[in-house]
């Protein structure tokens, strides 16, 4: 049997062709990034300036080799943010990120925590104006798109409307 629907709402929308705008993330350089050459239209990694330039780098490469315009993907990041208004307020987060972690791991694993998730790798810690100049800096390395996570978000949405009030602003 067949059926004829007038104004029938079809989501989710059907397979594009050659297909959906695929995001492929990681920074695999022999498989994941030789992939994302030939079938993203976004790609993400990074954790530091310094590793997304080495990774743009290879992706550049398995471009060329595929015979693909580099700059068609989109390179994007993650990024563990936490802001304040000054400097007190950034280490009053800092606090209430470490009593928040305080019921469920010991003080050393917390302080190894706020160290690989804020300090080393993908996070930005700071007030808007040194959370403005680091995202400068990602933009200077060619990241197109940030995904930001605001661990605090969910009891204080503080620091993600001084984000939203004053460095998105200052980025656009």
Request: proline letters at 4%.
């Amino acid at each position: 049997k067949h059926y004829r629907l007038q104004g029938a709402i079809c989501q989710p929308k059907p397979a594009q062709d050659p297909h959906i705008p695929l995001w492929i993330a990681g920074g695999g350089e022999q498989l994941t990034l030789r992939t994302a050459a030939r079938h993203a239209a976004y790609s993400n990694f990074g954790q530091t300036i310094e590793n997304f330039n080495r990774k743009s780098e290879v992706l550049a490469g398995h471009c060329r080799n595929v015979g693909r315009d580099f700059d068609e993907i989109v390179r994007s990041a993650n990024f563990n943010v936490l802001i304040g208004a000054d400097e007190a307020e950034v280490r009053d987060r800092l606090d209430w990120y470490r009593s928040h972690l305080r019921p469920f791991l010991s003080e050393e694993r917390i302080e190894r925590t706020i160290q690989a998730n804020y300090i080393d790798a993908g996070g930005v810690v700071g007030t808007p104006e040194q959370v403005v100049e680091y995202f400068t800096q990602w933009q200077e390395a060619g990241a197109d798109y940030a995904i930001c996570y605001f661990a605090d978000a969910a009891y204080d949405r503080r620091g993600l409307d001084l984000f939203a009030g004053q460095v998105i602003p200052a980025l656009a």
